[in-house]
């Protein structure tokens, strides 16, 4: 059985992987940074309960759930942005895509590292509050 589910698990992320062109430097950064990522929001929640996703800081099972949700999403437009470097006959669209999300999921480490209390130096501290403004007014 657990031969079976070995092979089974393998196939999945083997077909996952195979649609986002490969497993590369950089996408396995942008999972080891959404990892971070994610680790880190659980430790601001439930540590520091400093959450700016819940109403009291403090760790939410469906804050987390929509969390992961959107990481999922940003994979998938890895694979989105991998089937059009195919179509066009291009190479960089994905990597593109790659290196915003990374890009994105740093910053967002960045902050939860300064809701933690970390002391951060103030160009950093002013390029996060200069993208997270700029978030707000998009959305």
Not at 41 to 63: C, D, P, Y
Request: charged share 20%.
């Amino acid at each position: 059985m657990k031969g079976k589910i070995s092979v089974m698990m393998g196939t999945i992320l083997g077909f996952i992987v195979a649609q986002m062109g490969g497993w590369s430097e950089g996408v396995a950064a942008l999972v080891f940074f959404m990892v971070v990522d994610y680790v880190s929001g659980l430790m601001v929640a439930g540590v520091f309960h400093r959450s700016k996703k819940s109403k009291n800081g403090a760790l939410e099972s469906w804050a987390g759930w929509k969390g992961l949700c959107k990481k999922v999403v940003t994979l998938f437009l890895v694979c989105v942005a991998y089937r059009l470097d195919r179509v066009m006959g291009t190479t960089y669209l994905r990597d593109a895509v790659v290196i915003t999300f990374c890009t994105n999921e740093v910053l967002s480490i960045i902050e939860n590292a300064g809701l933690m209390g970390i002391p951060m130096p103030k160009v950093l501290r002013k390029a996060v509050d200069v993208l997270v403004e700029k978030g707000d007014t998009e959305e």
